[in-house]
């Protein structure tokens, strides 16, 4: 018959524990056992007010307490109870007047428990029935009128209405049935002799003897009475107690007494003679306990389990030969012993877990069940390594798994969590859990540079797209929170942007060249790199790159004097009584490069006469190596060159034109002087300058004495100042290398030149270190004080011309330097 359930709200209340705020509602249901799988108990939803959709989000279940089977389902979808599988009450709870299915329905997000009742209601589903088909009864003919028997009680596995109720015979002359009802609310019969028997006349008597339960149908059962006249045996066996009580320890070993029973009879004899068997008894007790007929010992048959069953009823009956019977009562209850380790579920946990997640933070749900009671049943649990989680209390045996302070997943990606739940026993078990979490990754760290600043070096003239060098960074983060992306920070260089240097590999990292430098224009400049990663939001962290461009030879010496072929025609007047040692004349050269690469030597590579001069390695300086003899040729012509330290080495060579002389009128036309370098062309050179000489002179002569008489002998000035190279010819990117030939700034050189015509005699002066014309003195102004130095020439005519080498060159322009040696060049 399919029952339709019905429930009741009997009481609900909350109440809060640490972290969590937790509600009670208790539920109570009853129905029927035998309902087919299926069938409807109640909608816990509707009866509790729940929000059926919400139930699969705040992972609704039902859970048995106890370990019991479920038998009971929950449906998630509409909130119904329903009967999962059969449910056999007897099987279920025995010979229990009540019975009853306990569940916990455990939502989260906030966590609440409602404990669920469900009461099995009996159904008559079993028929009384008989230990014994034939019950055998001895009665002695001298039994009086009103002697009762006691007969076999019915087994009925069902309760109460549907337990036996009546018992009835067939009719009969003899015996009548009285039915009687002891203190646990049992039924018995017992046949009450109605008229005396003959054992002469009738040696037996059989009835049928039926037990009919109060249920809907009714249900019976039938055994055969068989009454055997006998001959006087007038006393039944009494036990000595109504009911016997025994406690037992769970798991007791087989063969453990529990108790003896014992009766006595009145009789003598075989009359007296007690025998004991069981009563009304299930099959479960003649399983675990034995019955010794003649002693009355009970023993155990098998192990207990307290979990199980923790009492048991049992009737016993003593009777004596003539079959004399009467009953008593043995209650045997079970102790509990420690023997149950708890039992840890994990009901509910949130992996992987992101480790930004706060200290306190609910991550896990478990719940512990320990089948024994008291303090065997009392379960604490902890969490004992070294990880920042711990167990927490929340409501009855269930315990919540929160963090205890910031997670970092860089530091420690998974934890293996050991949760340990130990009982109170006197001998305390324990039950471990490990729960494996996952800590999942957040963009919480910047990418980090292997060094806090890079310096790059590159060549000059580098091809465009070369590698310049390479930044690397790290960022601990997972995937693409540790996806590092670079890129240079938007600036300018002297106005132009910095892209136009550099390029960078977003991916690598790779600085490359975009154009091609000039050390001698650029020699170092700075970019910022930025290193971002692809977490959201993007974190990103700069470092400066210092790149220094590196020399290279690629600039040939520049000679500024003297001025080199073509520009100008540059002559030094020698005097034939110069002696060793004496300085001529220096080459001044200057190198774009740096370093070695401008390090400059100088070499005469090319003399009319190669054992006359002499030039300083470094310096320049051009010096007599010998006495000037007189069997040198007047013209001397010196191809000096000048090369840097480079590699490969590069060179530029320069011609020097010198003149050994004491009278100006032979020196020749200077201007007709050339880079001849085929001795076949000299001679028509030397009659041209001869006869130009010579008319010159005679020029000169009658030019002199016009101007004695018109100025008095006031000398006149080719030119009022020095003959400077400027310093501001120099390249802005030269360097000043002591020794290296390559020019000083404070390194000049003064020439100064008296009026007079080119046949004025010349004398050659030595350097001066200290006694120098100042660039803003003219001849003219310092007429007495170059008549009072060491070197002085005068004509007839007292014209005058000094060449003088100095030290402290100043340098105004290259132009004007040039400007001012071809008027002098001209003017000779």
Known sequence: MEYKGFAKVCASYMFFVPLLQITFGDMTYTIPEEMRSGSFIANIAKDLALDVKRLSDRNARVDTVGGRRHYCEFNLNTGDFIVSERIDREA????????????????????????????????????????????????????????????????????????????????????????????????????????????????????????????????????????????????????????????????SPSGTFVLRISATDADEGENGDVFYDWGRVSDDVLKLFSLDMKTGEIKINS????????????????????????????????????????????????????????????????????????????????????????????????????????????????????????????????????????????????????????????????????????????????????????????????????????????????????????????????????????????????????????????NSPQILYPAPSGNSFMTEVIPKAAHAGSLVSKVIAVDADSGQNAWLSYQIVKSTDPGLFTIGLHSGEIRLQRDV????????????????????????????????????????????????????????????ALVSVSTFFLTFIILVVAVRICQQKKPRVLFDGTVTIPSAYLPPGYTEVDGTGTLRSSYNYDTYLTAGSRTSDFKFVQSYSDNTLPADQTVKSNLEEIIGSDVKYRSGLDDQCEVRPMKNYQYKSNNTRIAQINNMNSNF
């Open 92 to 251: 279920l709870c025995g010979m229990k007047s009540s019975c009853a299915l306990k569940y916990e329905l455990v939502l989260e997000n906030p966590l609440e428990l409602h404990r669920i009742t469900l009461h099995i209601q009996d159904v008559n589903d079993n028929s009384p029935t008989f230990s014994k088909d034939v019950i055998t009864i001895e009665i002695t003919e001298s039994a009086e009128r009103g002697t009762r028997f006691p007969l076999d009680e019915a087994h009925d596995a069902d309760i109460g209405q549907n337990a036996v109720q009546t018992y009835t015979i067939e009719k009969n002359e003899y015996f009548v049935l009285a039915v009687n009802t002891d203190t646990v609310g049992s039924k018995s019969g017992e046949l009450v002799l109605e008229k005396k028997l003959d054992r002469e006349q009738q040696q037996e008597v059989k009835l049928l003897l039926t037990a009919a339960d109060g249920g809907t149908p009714q249900r019976s059962g039938t055994a055969v009475i068989h009454v055997t006249v006998l001959d006087v045996n007038d006393n039944i066996p009494v036990f000595s107690q109504a009911v016997y009580k025994a406690s037992l320890p769970e798991n």
């Open 629 to 688: 003899a007189e069997s040198d040729s007047m013209k001397q012509n010196l191809v000096i060159a000048v090369k840097d330290n480079g590699q490969p080495s590069l060179s530029t060579t320069c011609s020097l034109y010198l003149l050994i002389s004491d009278n100006l009128a032979e020196i020749p036309e200077l201007k007709d002087m050339s880079y001849e370098e085929n001795n076949s062309k000299l001679t028509s050179y030397l009659i041209i």
């Open 303 to 554: 192990p207990t389990d307290y979990e199980e069953e923790s009492t048991y009823e049992m009737r016993v009956q003593a009777k004596d030969r003539s079959g004399l019977v009467s009953y008593s009562t043995v209650l045997i209850e079970i102790t509990d012993v420690n023997d149950n380790a708890p039992v840890i579920l994990i009901k509910s946990l949130n992996n992987p877990i992101p480790e930004n997640v706060l200290p306190g933070t609910e991550v896990g749900i478990i719940n512990v069940q320990d089948k024994d009671s008291g303090e065997n049943g009392k379960v604490r649990c902890s969490v004992h390594q070294n990880v920042p989680f711990k167990l927490t209390p929340s409501i009855q045996k269930y315990y919540s798994l929160v963090t205890t302070k910031e997670l970092d997943r860089e530091v420690m990606s998974n934890y293996n969590i050991t949760a340990t739940c130990t009982d109170g026993g006197s001998q305390p078990l324990y039950s471990s859990v490990t729960i494996q979490l996952v800590v999942s990754d957040v963009n919480d760290n910047p990418p980090v540079f292997d060094e806090k600043s890079y310096s790059a070096y590159l060549s000059e003239n580098n091809k465009p797209g070369s590698s310049v060098c390479s930044v690397t960074s790290r960022d601990p983060d997972w995937r693409q929170n540790g996806t590092v992306f670079y890129s240079l920070l938007p600036g300018e260089i002297s106005g132009v942007p910095i892209s136009s240097f550099l390029s960078i590999n977003g991916e690598t990292g790779v600085i490359h060249a975009v154009r091609s430098f000039d050390y001698e224009q650029f020699r170092s400049f700075k970019a910022h790199v930025v290193a971002r990663d692809n977490g959201s939001p993007p974190l990103s962290s700069n470092v400066t790159v210092s790149v220094y461009i590196t020399d290279q030879n690629d």
